[in-house]
């Protein structure tokens, strides 16, 4: 009896043990999707795209370095140096080196699109789906890659485009297949970065059909061709794409101001920041916007500040003069240099505000119709076409001016006056050192309120003006070593 | 029953006296010379309340009731002794003195060895230890306590993680924690709170849970041998966690009461008052004004200091300095805040356990319940325990038993950021400058006080804006709640005579809360009227467990022990994310749920599952207790890797000789025991993320619809790391008393996980990859002496742990993802640091220097932070750290310390780093060091020239700040006092220690430019804003009935 008890318990548990499958070891995430997921549907990759956005609207990208930079770095912007944990203070100090987060972050993410839009342009395709659902799809992927070249290009290539389309600037990656066994890359020429910006967007551009906020349309695509053929100095192709792209819409003069913060008729393409999806303290209204510490009311940093100097090329009632003087008796009682600090002599601007007052609650436009004006007036001018450029360049002097004139220049006191108005127009929204750049003019930091850095005149082409190349991508790239980094950074 | 009436007798000390009487006399003396024993303990078994020690000349008296049968005699140093009474009234007795560890029963892998057959390397730890400690956290127990173990804790916050190493770390990236095992089955450890976590520079680890109380002993399994059988998770060291049980015929009742006080031990920091740094920012603005001509220099002068100190003038004047520097007549500081007397306090602790243990012949239990209370040294920082417990076992034939362990816990940690967070009150203690008013005040230092009279909190500072430590630890909440229970089930049966089989069923499951508030009314919540984060999460964890074990002696010589078993794991974690803004503004009155909140901003969740199954087996062997030999096996296949890679090998081999039971070696009579050891297995290390080995896309959305970016590129050839294990050891015993064990190891890691860096322009900036080999190789040495055994027993030990750290391949060099402060290169360690040179202060210009390569490999300097070049500069771990420990006892006294060192090494100091700046970074404090800067007048100066607008990048990372991180430290000091038993026989007790303690009692550092708080600190050996291990005071009582 007992002896087969302890038979039918040891032979129960045995069993108990044996009882279990294959299947055991077989687990899924729940939370991320696998690559043959994403390439199984057009409404995968639907998904695929919309998160690319998300990316390049990072503040790491195009959400706030791109931006923040061009300004603190032109000359016309001042950081304050303390109050908001270092964010801008090396680059407007000409500080960086090939590890700041400067280089590497905005460099990481643009490649990050790229690699999702290539696996969309090279697989599209074989995916089932409906044509004109893929043919958006594609068009938006070309774009994504095409726009985040123009930024890499912008930010990293030795010299822009006009001083030398054969300078170094960054590896033209195309194709997302097996790049963990390849990832070897040289650094392409500015030329061939553009050419194939031009190839992309020209291929994109029909494709697109549809118009979403916060994405790729395709009168964005053809804001894009201006943009790049401005680069490239190809002036006839830039005054037509941006002709149009502004499709001679009148620039409207109510609810002007929304327009830098929320979308309008005048907006070409913007980021979808909303409510909940936005970068908070690391967002435009933040940085840009006062109402900083001290005041009692937190909506951010409020610690980049424009110099007296910019705010003196505004008329008063210029109806982009949006500047309020930071508090400061410093300067008039003591007749002093300025102070770092919180109370530097400088201007916050009103120009990037929250929506609802709640903290990075803003739209961030990226193109809007007055720039496409603006483009179609300095190739207009550059091909010598001055009337035409005179008209363009009037239709966003006499919006914000009132009583402006038409301009009757020629030559290069139009070109400086059509340089003068956008740097005014556009300031805030990433042209800056950029257009200092690509226009070979110089950076000028005499301004008292300036600080931490030595020159007061960095000269046009100076080789500080680029970024560095990030040394994780020298460090891991074969085909880039230390003696391609950037002249300054070497 | 009786029992409880003894409960009661001690809740309202009533004595009771038993009928019948009986006087037993006589002289206990050792076996060995013959000599009186004094101090040994004599109790009646069936009540062990009653009982009596010897006298200096070893003769006892006891009055016994007639019904009681054995006596039990026993004393430190020797071998317990059950004497039947048998109707004597005088009993002498001899006791024989104990063959120091040779016969000890240890718990090892999926079962019991005796000590002296064992042919691994491990370390046992008794509950003495465990106790010393004031901690909730018992890995922080294993510091000092056994050679090869290092224990490094980041955080003083009570509740958080210590880092264990046995044996060095083996891996790059993947974890390095040892394996917790608790009563036979592996349980989760770690962090898993959202709010105390890495990126704070905090954690509050599930292992928290347990009480040190009601653990009997831990088991350190530290080479091949001993852990080989955990297979794929046993890479970095197994520890046994064995609970208490109860024992038959052993019916007690005992409780513990500790009560302490806890406070930052050290302000070594020499941080400026508001007087020093408002001078040294004046002298410069000053010197600026004047070389630049100004009309007003000393106005100027003053208010940039005002403004560089955040706005606060910390005088009741407007320029309260003159042109000569000297405070005007009238002025005087009305300022002067000392942040880390705001920040830093003197916590209580409290820790009280009751528990009942006994057994009949057929069932045994230990039940027991515990509660503790530990605030921490910081605003704001805490940690309360409640815990239950309860084993039991049956024997419910002669051939089947069952049994239960059951082990509950639930603990609430309140955990303030640490790091460089901007709410980090860690940070705000030591950066916020003196200047910087507690309280809003008037232009002569009064308070403002509000509309109702009370005092309100300054929020104005230049560190971080609109925060005040205290002010924001009133406000908002960072709280994780952990929930646990551990049970298991098991059943044993005699399948044959020599043949067992035992089935375990645990379930382990982790249940938390995390809440983190931000206020409405200052700090992080304000721009958004209020953000209440939660996060509760599940993790269910079962494994099932069975084993075969055979057990026979041949021919009286050949003993053969034989498991094979089999184990099933599964784990499930859940995680759920919600997130909302938009609170009540109502007065300052706190509606921190959810429900008050008027967006929701965040939902997410998901779901981690892995699983794993294995089948193992391991056979001992030895012949006449002289040779021994082990070998096992084990295959594991685990859900985390791609079916390719999914199952793998582990293996063991070892053996021991023990020379001294030869019959060549019994001349040697001193020699009292003399093993030989050495062991080869090989372990795998699956401490990595469950879908390492797939193309992955993560959601990010984005204009509120889902998106998706590619963030993980796939490597189906992704496999565990290999670990394999050589261990050679020698243990000695001499005249019984002297032991003495001699380890050396090498750990070969191969196939790490290593992140490939790929170029950044592939849009990853790595693949996970198994690609670096490295090892640990090293020596330790563990000494053991019974000096004095007479009436006063005297235990000295010292233990010593050198481990060497290589790299022995990896595909490129990489600086260390985890601070940024190392290199990882082949030939080096991976805690080696690589750093800028600091290179001193040019003496003409008073520029900071550093070293850098002129590009044919010489050192010149620089004073462009940017050309600096980094070199190596030593590692972060010691060369050789270890413990000695003395417990001495006389007549009831016991007094125990342990002294903890750590010889080498070096310790980089970010905090000093951001204390020192050179203008750099302004608001922030200094240290009165600072004020050796060059100046025309101090050429030889230690720092750089003052630059009033920044940018010479003097506070930059270099060795300015690099530190040599030897230190010895009093870890412990105990004086315990036993009531004598003649007086607890009164009372009826069986037992009653109090006693008084300290931790951390001090400190010696070698450097003295290195001013941390507690040299203790993270494996990697960089100091950053935290809570320091603090100085305890306590006392306590432990009650037997």
New interface residues.
């Given amino acids: 009896m007992?002896t087969l008890n302890?038979l039918i318990?040891?032979i129960v548990?045995?069993l108990?043990?044996?009882s279990?499958s294959d299947d055991?070891?077989?687990?899924e995430?729940?939370?991320?999707?696998?690559?043959d997921?994403?390439l199984s549907s057009t409404d995968?990759l639907e998904?695929?795209?919309?998160?690319?956005?998300?990316?390049l609207?990072s503040y790491a990208l195009d959400g706030l370095f791109y931006e923040g930079m061009a300004d603190v770095r032109s000359g016309d912007a001042v950081m304050a140096?303390?109050?908001n944990?270092g964010w801008f203070i090396n680059p407007y100090?000409f500080?960086l080196?090939a590890t700041s987060r400067y280089s590497?972050w905005p460099?990481?993410v643009a490649?990050?699109v790229?690699?999702?839009a290539?696996?969309i342009i090279n697989n599209i395709e074989q995916v089932p789906g409906d044509e004109t659902e893929k043919n958006q799809l594609y068009g938006e992927a070309l774009c994504l890659r095409a726009y985040s070249y123009m930024l890499l290009a912008t930010m990293f290539a030795d010299k822009p485009y006009s001083v030398n389309p054969d300078a170094m600037c960054?590896?033209l990656?195309l194709s997302?297949k097996d790049?963990?066994n390849d990832?070897?890359?040289a650094r392409a020429s500015v030329g061939d970065v553009y050419n194939q910006i031009i190839e992309d967007l020209l291929e994109a551009e029909p494709l697109l059909g549809f118009v979403r906020?916060?994405r790729f349309s395709q009168r964005a695509a053809q804001g894009l061709l201006a943009r790049a053929y401005l680069a490239m100095e190809n002036w006839e192709q830039a005054s037509s794409w941006a002709a149009t792209c502004h499709g001679g819409q009148e620039l409207q003069t109510e609810d002007m101001t929304s327009g830098f913060f929320d979308y309008n008729n005048e907006t070409i393409f913007g980021y979808?920041f909303?409510?909940?999806?936005n970068n908070?303290?690391l967002s435009h209204p933040s940085f840009w916007y006062l109402d900083?510490?001290?005041s009692g009311n937190?909506?951010?940093y409020s610690t980049l500040l424009y110099t007296p100097e910019f705010v003196s090329i505004f008329d008063a009632n210029d109806a982009r003069n949006m500047f309020i003087r930071s508090d400061t008796t410093?300067v008039e009682?003591?007749?002093?240099?300025a102070?770092?600090?919180?109370?530097v002599a400088a201007h916050y601007t009103y120009k990037f505000r929250h929506r609802n007052d709640?903290?990075g609650q803003a739209r961030l436009i990226r193109m809007r119709v007055a720039e496409m004006y603006l483009i179609e007036a300095e190739a207009e001018a550059q091909l010598t076409h001055d009337v035409n450029a005179q008209q363009a360049l009037f239709e966003v002097q006499s919006r914000s001016i009132p009583g402006a004139t038409q301009s009757t220049f020629t030559g290069a006191a139009l070109l400086d006056e059509i340089y003068l108005e956008r740097r005014k127009e556009l300031y805030g929204e990433g042209f800056g050192v950029w257009d200092l750049m690509r226009l070979q003019l110089p950076v000028d930091r005499s301004s008292p309120v300036h600080?931490?850095?030595t020159e007061d005149i960095i000269p046009a082409n100076a080789d500080i003006l680029s970024l560095p190349i990030?040394q994780?991508?020298i460090?891991?790239?074969d085909l880039?070593t230390e003696e391609d980094q950037n002249p300054a950074?070497n | 029953m009786k029992k409880i009436t003894i409960f009661f007798a001690f809740l309202f000390f009533v004595s009771f006296q038993a009928a019948a009487q009986l006087e037993i006399t006589g002289t206990v003396t050792n076996a060995t010379d013959g000599s009186p024993i004094p101090g040994v303990s004599i109790v009646v078994k069936s009540n062990t309340s009653i009982g009596t020690s010897t006298d200096i000349d070893g003769n006892y008296s006891l009055t016994i009731p007639e019904s009681s049968n054995v006596l039990m005699f026993s004393s430190i140093g020797m071998k317990s002794k059950e004497v039947e009474i048998a109707g004597r009234s005088v009993i002498n007795v001899q006791l024989e003195e104990e063959v120091l560890q040779m016969d000890e029963v240890i718990v090892v892998a999926y079962g019991t060895i005796k000590k002296g057959s064992f042919t691994g390397s491990a370390s046992v730890v008794d509950e003495d230890e465990l106790k010393k400690i004031t901690t909730p956290s018992v890995g922080q127990a294993l510091m000092g306590s056994t050679p090869g173990v290092q224990v490094t804790s980041a955080s003083g916050q009570p509740g958080s993680q210590a880092t264990i190493r046995i044996r060095g770390t083996g891996s790059l990236l993947a974890g390095s924690s040892p394996l917790y095992v608790v009563d036979g089955i592996p349980v989760s450890t770690g962090n898993y709170s959202d709010i105390a976590n890495d990126s704070y520079a905090t954690s509050s680890d599930v292992l928290s849970t347990l009480n040190q109380n009601d653990i009997e002993s831990i088991t350190v399994l530290k080479d091949a041998a001993a852990a080989s059988l955990y297979g794929s998770a046993a890479a970095n060291g197994v520890v046994l966690i064995t609970t208490k049980k109860g024992k038959e015929g052993e019916s007690k009742i005992n409780f513990d009461a500790k009560y302490g006080y806890q406070s930052l031990g050290n302000e070594r920091y020499d941080l400026m008052s508001s007087d020093e740094i408002y001078k040294i920012w004046f002298d410069n603005y000053l010197q600026q004004a004047q070389a630049n001509g100004l009309a007003n220099p000393v106005e100027y002068a003053n208010s940039q200091t005002i403004t560089a100190l955040g706005g606060h003038n910390p005088y009741n004047v407007d320029n309260p300095l003159d042109q000569n520097g000297n405070i005007v007549s009238g002025a005087s500081n009305v300022i002067n805040t000392d942040w880390r007397d705001v920040v830093f306090d003197t916590g209580k602790t409290q820790d009280y356990s009751l528990r009942a243990s006994g057994g009949s012949e057929k069932i045994n239990y230990y039940a027991s319940g515990g509660y503790s209370t530990y605030d921490g040294i910081a605003v704001g920082s805490d940690f309360e325990r409640f815990t239950g417990k309860l084993n039991l076992s049956s024997d419910m034939t002669d051939f089947l038993r069952f049994g239960m362990e059951n082990t509950l816990g639930y603990t609430v940690q309140n955990t303030p950021p640490g790091g460089g967070g901007g709410a980090s009150p860690y940070r705000m203690s030591l950066l916020y400058n003196n200047a910087v008013p507690f309280y809003v005040v008037d232009e002569n230092g009064n308070p403002v006080l509000d509309s109702e009279g009370n005092k309100q909190y300054n929020y104005v500072n230049p560190v971080s804006p609109d925060y005040n430590p205290v002010g924001l630890s009133k406000l908002n909440i960072y709280r994780t709640k952990t929930y646990r229970a551990i049970s298991s089930l098991w059943m044993e049966l005699d399948v044959l005579e020599n043949l067992k089989f035992k089935s375990i069923g645990n379930v382990d499951y982790i249940g938390l809360t995390d809440y983190r508030f931000y206020n409405p009314y200052h700090g992080d919540g304000k721009p958004v009227s209020g953000r209440g984060s939660r996060w509760p999460k599940t993790d269910l964890n079962w494994t099932i467990s069975n084993t075969l074990t055979y057990d026979k002696q041949f021919a009286e010589a050949h003993n053969v022990n034989f498991l094979l078993g089999y184990e099933a794991f599964e784990s499930n974690y859940e995680r759920i994310n919600v997130d909302a803004t938009g609170f009540y503004v109502i007065g300052d009155i706190l509606f921190p749920e959810l429900d008050n909140a008027s967006t929701p901003e965040d939902a997410g969740s998901y779901t981690l599952t892995e699983s794993k199954s294995s089948v193992f087996s391991r056979l001992n062997y030895d012949y006449n207790s002289k040779y021994y030999f082990s070998a096992s096996l084990r295959r594991d296949g685990s859900s985390k890797f791609g079916s390719e890679k999914r199952y793998g090998l582990f293996y063991s081999l070892s053996g021991s000789w023990r020379i001294s039971e030869e019959a060549f070696m019994d001349s040697f009579d001193w020699l009292s025991g003399l093993k030989l050891r050495a062991s080869y297995g090989t372990s795998g290390n699956d401490n990595i993320s469950n879908f390492a080995f797939l193309g992955l896309y993560s959601p990010q959305s984005y204009n509120d619809m889902s998106g998706l970016i590619h963030d993980q590129l796939a490597n189906d050839k992704l496999h565990w790391e290999a670990n394999a294990n050589l261990n050679i050891g020698l243990d000695v015993t001499l005249f019984n008393r002297l032991s003495f064990t001699y380890e050396y190891y090498n750990r070969k890691s191969t196939d790490l996980l290593y992140d490939r860096p790929l170029p950044l322009s592939t849009g990853f900036g790595s693949i996970i990859t198994n690609l670096a080999d490295l090892k640990n190789y090293g020596h330790e040495f563990e000494l053991n002496y019974n000096i004095l055994r007479s009436d006063v027993v005297w235990n000295v030990g010292f233990n010593l742990s050198k481990n060497t750290n290589e790299i022995l391949e990896i595909l490129s060099s990489q600086i260390d993802p985890n601070d940024g402060t190392k290199r990882w290169e082949e030939g080096g360690s991976i805690y080696e640091f690589y750093l800028e040179e600091w290179a001193g202060v040019n003496s003409s210009t008073g520029e900071p220097q550093w070293y850098m390569d002129d590009g044919n490999g010489n050192k010149v300097v620089t004073s462009n932070y940017n050309e600096a070049t980094r070199y190596k500069q030593g590692v972060s771990t010691p060369d050789f750290f270890g413990a000695l420990n003395s417990d001495l006892s006389y007549k009831g006294f016991e007094l125990s310390l342990m002294f903890y060192y750590s010889i080498g090494g070096q310790i980089y100091d970010d905090v000093e780093r951001q204390l020192f700046y050179n203008g750099d970074n302004k608001g922030n404090n200094m240290t009165n060091e600072a004020n050796d800067y060059w100046s025309t007048d101090n050429t030889d100066a230690k720092y750089p020239r003052f630059d009033v607008d920044g940018g010479l990048n003097s506070y930059n990372r270099s060795t300015l700040f690099l530190h040599d991180a030897t230190y010895i430290k009093l870890k412990n000091i105990q004086l315990a006092y036993n009531i004598p038993q003649d007086f607890l026989n009164k009372i009826n007790f069986s037992s009653m220690k109090l006693y008084v303690s300290a931790e951390n009692v001090f400190v010696w550092m070698k450097d003295k430019d290195l001013k941390v708080f507690d040299p203790e600190m993270g494996i990697g050996g960089v100091n950053f804003f935290r809570s320091p291990s603090p100085r305890v005071f306590s006392f306590g009582i432990n009650v037997g009935l």
């Fill in positions: 007992k302890k318990i040891f548990l045995v108990a043990t044996i279990c055991f070891l077989e687990q995430p729940t939370n991320k999707l696998s690559d997921v994403i995968a998904v695929a795209i919309n998160g690319s956005y998300r990316s609207a140096s303390a109050s944990y100090r500080n080196t590497v460099w990481e490649y990050e790229i690699d999702n290539n696996v960054v590896p990656r997302s790049v963990a990832p070897h890359l906020t916060g979808d909303t409510d909940t999806d908070i303290f900083g510490p001290g937190l909506y951010g410093l009682e003591v007749g002093a240099i102070s770092n600090f919180f109370g709640f903290l600080w931490g850095y990030p994780d991508e460090d891991a790239n880039i950074y």
